[in-house]
């Protein structure tokens, strides 16, 4: 009989509905258990999203002009959140600016524009120089730059960094057609509107493509067309031409290196913070000759938008001006009165503004507010 009492209360409590201490309990733990599977879902999907870190080995000529040293090589910047930086005074609200942040670096480009505390419409990045396959198939470029958000610029080699290779081979046409397979590929993967910087810095002595007198000018400018007919004729392209030649003096006039307005989109240069610049300032720089105001005024002259295809500054180990804060402020403010197509920011390697090697250059970057929110080449040209 006792047996049987006991055994009736244990029945009676297994089917007694949850109190509401007991409910409260269980919806908890259900809840702690949804949190850590969100928390394992978001790990698992940034783990997916980051880049491999093996690639070809960049193309990416370092800031030039032919005097300035290029930067050692080093590992992408660190893409983790940095501390918010209180926005000081705007001094150039109307600068759209780019930013090279490392070969396939879409994250580290993205990092950037959350250090410049500005949208940042444009990213560079150099294809693969060292054969021809690399210029003509830049598949692994592309596989990580798809899909960013960003507007690609494109440094394209003009020859490859191989034996046997000539402007004056190229100026005949019998390279063409590896541009035409560029150009194909470009559009097939979503990249029909790219910026073409093609054969940058052709007075750098370092590059294939080096122009050391007038002959090879006239080389250099025949194949520079060839090359622009051929990517130009494959359906659905949408590609602006960049041609970029750097400042100060050279074994020959940039006007000879020009290829003409029906072949070039863009007239771009370079502003680096290096031996060139330091002790003198800004303005004795931007108005030597061949300097920034140079091409400023040649762009305007043929009815171009002007670009900085690189800007930044310099180690001061590196014959640079270290952490100098006025530079950046100087550029911004002479670039916010050129209505620039664009402004690439060197972030990469022992030159990278941000990452906390040039703490006061790179709170000045701050100052760029909205950069790209007005179309850049709404304003480009003044008629």
């Known amino acids: 009989m006792n047996i049987g009492r006991r055994w009736r209360a ?3 409590r297994a089917v007694r509905p949850f109190g509401p201490t007991r409910l409260l309990g269980s919806l908890s733990l259900l809840a702690a258990l949804g949190v850590a599977v969100w928390l394992l879902t978001l790990v698992v999907s940034e783990n997916a999203l980051t880049p491999a870190a093996a690639g070809p080995p960049s193309t990416a000529t370092p800031p030039a002009t032919r005097t300035t040293p290029a930067p050692r090589a080093s590992t992408a910047p660190s893409t983790a959140p940095r501390t918010p930086t209180t926005k000081p005074k705007v001094v150039a609200p109307t600068v759209p600016l780019g930013v090279y942040a490392g070969p396939g670096a879409p ?47 494109w440094g394209v080699p003009m020859l490859p960094k191989t034996a046997g290779v000539s402007l004056a081979t190229g100026a005949t046409g019998a390279y063409n057609a590896y541009f035409d397979a560029l150009a194909q590929t470009l559009v097939a993967n979503g990249q ?7 054969a940058w810095d052709p007075q750098d002595t370092s590059l294939p493509w080096y122009v050391g007198n007038s002959a090879d000018a006239v080389q250099y400018v025949a194949y520079w067309r060839a090359i ?23 074994d020959v006039l940039p006007s000879a290196l020009y290829p003409g307005n029906n072949y070039v989109d863009v007239v771009a240069t370079d502003a680096f913070d290096d031996d060139s610049l330091v002790g003198s300032g800004w ?17 305007l002259r043929h009815a171009k938008p002007l670009m900085i295809a690189k ?19 100087q550029f911004l403010r002479w670039a916010d009165g050129q209505h620039l197509f664009a402004a690439i920011t060197w972030d990469y390697g022992t030159w990278a503004v941000t990452g906390g090697t040039f703490p006061k250059a790179e709170a000045a970057l701050h100052t760029v507010d909205e950069a790209g929110a007005i179309a850049p080449e709404a304003k480009a040209i003044e008629t």
Do not use: C, H, K
């Open 283 to 299: 303005n004795a720089f931007t108005t030597t000759p061949y300097g920034p105001d140079w091409y400023s005024t040649f762009a």
């Open 107 to 153: 994250l580290a480009a993205s990092a950037f524009s959350a250090d410049a505390g500005a949208p940042v419409p444009y990213a560079f990045d150099y294809i693969d120089g060292s054969t021809w396959a690399g210029i003509s198939n830049p598949s692994w470029f592309l596989q990580r730059w798809n899909g960013s958000g960003f507007r690609m610029i």
């Open 311 to 329: 800007w930044g500054v310099v180690p001061s180990s590196e014959q640079g001006g270290g952490d100098n804060a006025a530079f950046v402020d």
């Open 10 to 12: 244990i029945r009676r």
């Open 192 to 198: 029909a509107n790219s910026v073409i910087v093609l």
């Open 228 to 250: 622009v007919t051929t990517m130009r004729s494959v359906p659905g392209e949408q590609f602006q031409f960049v041609w970029d030649s750097a400042t100060g003096p050279a």
